[in-house]
Structure formats: C-alpha cells, structure tokens
C-alpha cells in the first residue's frame, strides 16, 4: 500500500449474484446502510494489505511495501438480502507500529487475524494477536483466523489442519487463503459478512464513532494529513 495514507474508495461494491440494481436501490432508500468496521492483524508480511488489495481491486503486487501505521479503505458488499459497508482497517504487522493498534481493535466489530502458511512464527504469533483482540473485546467481537500465501506450497510450514485446530482451540472462524491466486478472498470475506446478522443495529449506534477517527500525520510516514474523518 503505497505510502500508507488514509484512502477512501469509492462505490465500487462488489456485486453478489442475485442482488437486482432495484433491490440495492430500494435498500438505499429504506433503510441506512449497515456499516462494519473490521482491522487486519498479523506480523509483518503476512500478506494483509494483499488480502485487502485483492477483494478491493482484484489485484496482487509481488513486491513488498510494507504499510505504515494504518490505512483505511472502505467498500460496499452487495449481499443477496441485504447491502453491508465494509471499513477496513489495514495494521503495520512491523512491532514499532504496535502501540497504534489496540485503539483500532477497541472499535471494530471485527478482526481478521492473519499468518503466512510458509511461516511458523507467524503461525505461532496469531496467539498474541488473538489475545490483544480478546483484552479489548472480550467475546464481543467477530474473529476469523486466516492461512494465507497457499499458493507456496512446497514452503509450507503450517498444515491447514494445524490451522483448524488452532482455530477450534481459541474460538474463531478459520479459512486459508491465496492473495497471489485470488483463492478464497472472495470467500473470506463472505464468511464474515454471512456472520454480521443481528449486529445491524449495533453497528448503526457504533457509526457516530467514526467522526472521532481521526489519523495523526506522525502514524503515516509524515504524509499528507489525513481526509478528513469521514461517515462513509
Ligand atoms: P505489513 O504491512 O508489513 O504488516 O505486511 P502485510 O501483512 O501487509 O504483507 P503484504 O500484503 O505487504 O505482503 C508481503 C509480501 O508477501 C509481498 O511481497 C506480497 O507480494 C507477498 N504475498 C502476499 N500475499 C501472498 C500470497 O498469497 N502468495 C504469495 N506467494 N505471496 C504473497
Ligand atoms: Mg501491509
């Protein structure tokens, strides 16, 4: 993620079969968007901002730039039943950058706990992530641990069953990805929004939250001040 600013996208929603432009409309109009805010978390070249990158643009960078402090991206899911606004909020995995995050993992209603499946420490480290999100949110939080980078397999290091198990053992939702292939993006992010029901109101209060986000130019790599805060 080039820079690491704050970047806000456009409508560009992804559109699930089924959903007819008269449904979303009238979604539109009758009700107010169910908004979601969801961080991604994990060490340093996990594969984070790839993940993200490929469910936004359908698009993987081989080459690392590693993100600095946070960026923020938002999208809108077009689900068959109902219309959901994703705020995704993409973490540095790099340890300086650490002090940032518990304040992100304070507001979001979810977290996407991500290793690399040809790294064991990333694997091993998914724990200590798991338990920061826990510290902030007890219970109150949806989790998803997610294997990514199983396009490298003959670098394996972790077995989808070790991931399961893992997964099983702390309580979370478990899926293995591949941002490079595009294997499962999709998917992981339906898994999430098929897991949202009944939070719509929950989310809707916890919307007025977003004026008070606000990202010091000192988290970006000294960029340009953030947009402004927005309700998107
Ligand atoms: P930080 O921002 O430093 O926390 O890293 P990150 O977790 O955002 O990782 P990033 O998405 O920048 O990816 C790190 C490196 O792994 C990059 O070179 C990516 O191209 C590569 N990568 C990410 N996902 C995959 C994948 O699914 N397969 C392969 N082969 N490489 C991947
Ligand atoms: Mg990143």
Known sequence: ??????????ETGEREEGASTMEQAAQATVQPMAKYKLVFLGDQSVGKTSIITRFMYDKFDSTYQATIGIDFLSKTMYLEDRTVRLQLWDTAGQERFRSLIPSYIRDSSVA?????????????????????VRAERDSDVIMVLVGNKTDLSEKRQVTVEEGEAK??????????????????????????????????????????????????????????????????
């Open 1 to 10: 993620m080039e820079g690491a600013s704050v970047v806000e996208t456009g």
């Open 167 to 232: 997964a099983k053992e702390l309580g979370v939702m478990f899926i293995e990805t591949s941002a490079k292939g595009g294997v499962n993006i999709k998917a992981l992010f339906r898994k999430i929004a098929s897991s949202l029901p009944g939070m719509e109101s929950v989310s809707i209060s916890r919307a007025k939250n977003l004026v008070d986000v606000k990202l010091e130019p000192n988290m970006q790599g000294g960029g340009a001040p953030p947009a402004a805060a927005c309700s998107c």
């Open 112 to 132: 996407v706990v991500v290793y690399d499946v040809t790294s064991q420490t990333s694997f091993a480290n998914t724990v200590r992530w798991i338990k920061d």
